[in-house]
Structures are given as C-alpha cells and as structure tokens.
C-alpha cells in the first residue's frame, strides 16, 4: 500500500519554543491531509484538515495561530507547535488522502514531549 | 458529531480463540465505518471498510459486520495469535471529504 512518513518520530523540545513536524505521501499525490492529535488512552482527534495550495481548516477548539499548517505540495504538509507548552505534548498523526484512488494512509506519527 | 463507543477494558484471550469487539454509535447511520489496528506509538493501519448495504465483510481471519439498526458494529479475530495484539479502533466519517471520528479503541492481548 502507499507510504506516509513523519519526520521527526519523536521530539524533545523546552517550553516556548516552536516545533515543526513534517508529513510526506511517499509515492501517491494527496490533494487533502489531515492532522490528528492523541492523548494516552484516548482516541485520534481531528485538529485540521489541510488542502493543498489553499489554507487550512481548523477544528473547532483547535488554535489555528498555534498550529500552523502549511500545504505547499501535492506530498508534503507541515504542522508547527508554536511557544509549545507541556499540555502540547501529544503523538501527532498524519494522514493523507491519495488523489486519484481516493485512499486515506496514515503516517507512524510523532511523539512531541515538552518540558 | 457522533459519539462513538468502544469497550474501554482490554480484552484478553487466549491464542486460537476468537475475539469480538463492539463499536456503537449514537447518531446518524453512516455510508461505511472502518476498523483500524493502531500499535503502541504507531499510526493506524486500516484494516477493514463496510458500507451500510454489507452486513458482513471478511478478510482473512476478520470479519466485521456491521447493523444500522442497532447502531452497532462488531470485529472479529478467529484463530487469534499473540501477533494480533494491539488496539482496534472503529471510524466513521463524518463527511465525504475523507474526515473521520475515531472511537477510543479496544485493547487486545493474546496470550499464547
């Protein structure tokens, strides 16, 4: 099947800085990505749906100025933690909607832990 | 939204029994659901899709069925193995664009 990377897988960062995660569709185009966020024991919660070349859709609940999405390629989105605060800390998921088999994959998503 | 349940308790079975995993849903019946197998600090893995005209579907040792009178969907591993040991999740979407809510998971563990 398709291929979803993260980059990084796990993150060790202070409190107030800014943290940067990428997600990449390895071998399919992906008009749409989503960013999922999971607390130990609990479900993936949808934070935003990202759209190639347009902005993002958020959440309700979900800060848009402290997530940043950026969707600049059909195989890339980013999502950045800004001023990151020990509640940040989460494993975040990825994935992404293949374009042409209409196919949703996930990445191994990454595990952000601020101090 | 919906809400979405799932057997919170692990479930623990022997190896080469079978297990059987709930997902209810409160609200509107959707178009499909899906299964998803999720390992310790992992992404999902999609595992199984019904749509709401399939009252069961099988691949190899699963078998989802799915009841929208019920409200309810239920996942079954036959001849389970310690390898089947994971978190099952349940998905519905929540529109045709690809976004789903997930419910919290059942925890598996096979013992040999």
């Known amino acids: 099947g398709a291929v979803v990377s993260q980059h990084p897988s796990w993150v060790i960062c202070k409190s107030g800085t800014s943290v940067k995660i990428e997600c990449r569709s390895l071998?399919?185009?992906?008009?749409?990505m989503f960013w999922y966020r999971q607390f130990p024991k609990q479900s993936l919660m949808l934070m935003a749906t990202s759209n190639e070349g347009s902005k993002a859709t958020y959440e309700q609940g979900v800060e848009k100025d402290k997530f940043l999405i950026n969707h600049a390629s059909l195989t890339l989105s980013t999502l950045t933690v800004t001023s990151a605060h020990p509640e940040d800390s989460s494993f975040y998921i990825c994935?992404?909607?293949?374009?042409?088999?209409?196919?949703?994959?996930f990445g191994p998503g990454t595990r952000l832990t601020v101090l | 939204s919906q809400k979405i349940e799932q057997n919170s308790e692990a479930l623990n079975i022997q190896e080469g029994k079978t297990a059987t995993l709930t997902c209810n849903y409160t609200n509107y019946s959707p178009a499909y659901l899906q299964w998803y197998r999720q390992d310790p600090g992992r992404g999902p893995v999609f595992l199984l899709l019904i749509r709401e005209n399939e009252k069961e579907k099988r691949k190899e040792r699963l078998k989802v069925t799915f009841d929208t009178t019920l409200k309810q969907s239920l996942f079954h591993i036959t001849a389970s193995q310690p390898a089947d040991s994971a978190t099952y999740l349940c998905?519905?979407?929540?529109?045709?664009?690809?976004?789903?809510?997930f419910g919290a998971g059942t925890q598996v563990v096979v013992t040999p």
């Open positions: 994935s992404a909607r293949d374009r042409k088999y209409n196919e949703q994959f």
């Open positions: 071998d399919f185009q992906a008009t749409t």
């Open positions: 998905a519905l979407p929540t529109d045709s664009w690809g976004k789903f809510q």
